[in-house]
């Protein structure tokens, strides 16, 4: 019997453009603590990862109990702004609703494997009326922080896949370096937060320039 085909699509930066509000919230953060916020680009830099392991990455010299109090504290200025509605809009990449309807009338399965918690992707996938497209769901609320292989592997147990009938498509090295730990297909995209040159260095096979080139690679394979 031939396994599932598992496509599993990276959130932040990969399905919406959030930055604006991770931003936002990270040097709220920071200042409720009274730090200098990093600089942008630093925080762009960690999008993907958990929040106790983006605040490390940040913040590298502080103690770790601190990372949880600042991981802690980012989450509680991003239900603030939500609460406020103080947020900015976080819009699908062009391209990405298309994608995902090619993606299933070819027969494909599809996934999400985020940093981000379930409340969070649930809020977002529902805004933009995605949610039926995905057969699992795997967060940061139940998994290690990337690059660890934990969420693809749940993943691909739960939809009855098999690590070579399974792509990773993401916008990070975390999202490639996952893939090639979980035996998957690591499937770079070009309009996320690290560069294309990055992908390809952390093992991805090929970066698509735009979404539409999803599905005709995936084909391909």
Not at 70 to 76: C, F, N, P, S, V
Request: charged share 20%; with cysteine.
């Amino acid at each position: 019997m031939t396994a599932n085909r598992l496509a599993i699509f990276d959130c932040d930066g990969t399905l919406v453009d959030s930055q604006a509000n991770i931003c936002i919230a990270m040097e709220e953060a920071f200042a409720a603590h009274r730090l200098d916020p990093p600089e942008r680009e630093a925080i762009r830099r960690i999008v993907g990862l958990s929040l106790v392991e983006a605040a490390a990455q940040l913040l590298s010299e502080a103690e770790k109990d601190f990372h949880r109090v600042l991981a802690e504290t980012y989450r509680e200025q991003f239900i603030r702004m939500r609460a406020t509605g103080t947020m900015l809009a976080e819009p699908l990449y062009d391209g990405i609703a298309d994608t995902l309807v090619a993606l299933d009338e070819a027969g494909w399965l599809l996934g999400v494997a985020t940093g981000k918690s379930d409340r969070g992707l649930s809020i977002i996938l529902g805004h933009h009326g995605l949610d039926h497209h995905f057969v699992t769901l795997q967060t940061a609320d139940r998994h290690p922080s990337k690059p660890h292989p934990a969420m693809l592997e749940a993943a691909i147990a739960e939809a009855g896949a098999s690590p070579e009938t399974t792509v990773m498509i993401g916008d990070t090295t975390f999202d490639m370096m996952m893939a090639g730990s979980a035996d998957a297909y690591p499937l770079g995209v070009a309009w996320g937060y690290h560069s294309a040159e990055e992908l390809s260095e952390a093992g991805a096979r090929h970066v698509a320039a735009h979404a539409s080139g999803i599905a005709p690679h995936l084909e391909r394979l």
